[in-house]
C-alpha cells in the first residue's frame, strides 16, 4: 500500500509558477514509476508527466512539454512538478499517482495509487 499527498497548488496569475509537490508513505516509493495527471471540470482526466523509477527517463503530454518539469527524490520520498508559464487552460485538480510496474505510463489504468489531488487555479 502506498499514500501520497499532494500539496503546492494555488491561485496564480498566466505565465506564473507552481511546484506541485507528491509526499509518499508506505511501501518503498522508489520501487513505482510515478506520474501526475489533472482533470478539469467537465472534463475526463489527462496524462501531464510521468517519471521512471529511478528518475532517468521522463515522458509528457504535449501540452507539458517545455513548460512543465516532473522530479523525484527517492530519499525523500518526494514526486514533484514545477509548473512554469502557466495558461487558464492548466486550470485543474493535479493528482499524483504510483505504478508498480514499468509500462507507457500514459493511462489511468497503468496506476495503482493515487492522492486525493491539489486545485491549481490560473487567472487571465
Known amino acids: 500500500q502506498v499514500q501520497l499527498v499532494e500539496s503546492g497548488g494555488g491561485l496564480v496569475q498566466a505565465g506564473g509558477s507552481l511546484k506541485l509537490s507528491c509526499a509518499a508513505s508506505g511501501r518503498t516509493f522508489s520501487s513505482y514509476a510515478m506520474g501526475w495527471f489533472r482533470q478539469a471540470p467537465g472534463k475526463e482526466r489527462e496524462f501531464v508527466a510521468a517519471i521512471s523509477m529511478s528518475g532517468a527517463i521522463r515522458y509528457y503530454a504535449d501540452s507539458a512539454k517545455g513548460r512543465f518539469t516532473i522530479s523525484r527524490d527517492n530519499a525523500k520520498n518526494t514526486l514533484y512538478l514545477q509548473m512554469n508559464s502557466l495558461k487558464p487552460e492548466d486550470t485543474s485538480i493535479y493528482y499524483c499517482?504510483?505504478?508498480?510496474?514499468?509500462?507507457?505510463?500514459?493511462?489511468?489504468?497503468?496506476?495503482?495509487?493515487w492522492g486525493r489531488g491539489t486545485q491549481v487555479t490560473v487567472s487571465s
Open positions: 499517482a504510483a505504478a508498480a510496474n514499468y509500462g507507457r505510463l500514459r493511462q489511468d489504468e497503468e496506476y495503482n495509487y
